[in-house]
């Protein structure tokens, strides 16, 4: 199976269907949660970086992340991957991408936060060599339901 990942703008329509889709399933999954009016088809415009993965010239998952900010970080944020294209090893590529694009910015870590309900993301995300850590200042969401999770650029990603 043909695998490609691909850079693309915050404004690419098959990364905005993704973004309307992982809302849909936090609604669904963690919608008691969530922030009140949290929504991850806004505020894109703090994610200029966009890495598409597909499938067969199908799309098939993305991740979404900032530019190096000052205090030599990364935030990972948009993750989504299509059910019928899971277990490929899709998300590990895209955290590839966003990993070299991290290292050859001079970031000292990437950064994360998801639910806690989440668990296949947070199993899979420890599994990429994050770490939980209590709240930083990278995120605003004030959920007691959030995880915050960091991974050091001197870790290589496993699996």
């Known amino acids: 199976m043909k695998i490609r990942i691909t850079k693309v ?3 690419n329509p098959d990364f905005l269907h993704f973004c309307k889709l992982q809302n849909d399933h936090h609604n669904t ?18 994610y200029p970086n ?28 948009r993750v989504f991957t299509d059910t019928q294209f899971r277990n490929l090893g899709l998300c590990t590529r895209l955290f590839e991408g966003a990993q070299k694009f991290a290292r050859d910015n001079n970031a000292k870590r990437l950064v994360l936060d998801t639910y806690e309900r989440c668990t296949e993301a947070v199993s899979l ?17 004030d959920s007691p339901y959030s995880i915050y999770m960091q991974k050091p650029l001197d870790k290589k990603l496993t699996k």
């Open 9 to 11: 703008p915050n404004t």
């Open 50 to 77: 966009v890495l598409l993965a597909y499938v067969a010239g199908k799309p098939a998952g993305c991740v979404a992340f900032t530019n190096v900010t000052d205090n030599d970080y990364v935030e990972i944020a």
């Open 125 to 141: 995300y420890k599994k990429l060599g994050f770490e939980i850590v209590k709240k930083h200042s990278w995120s605003d969401d």
């Open 29 to 46: 999954v963690v919608a008691e949660q969530r922030m009140k009016n949290a929504d991850t088809t806004k505020g894109l415009e703090a």
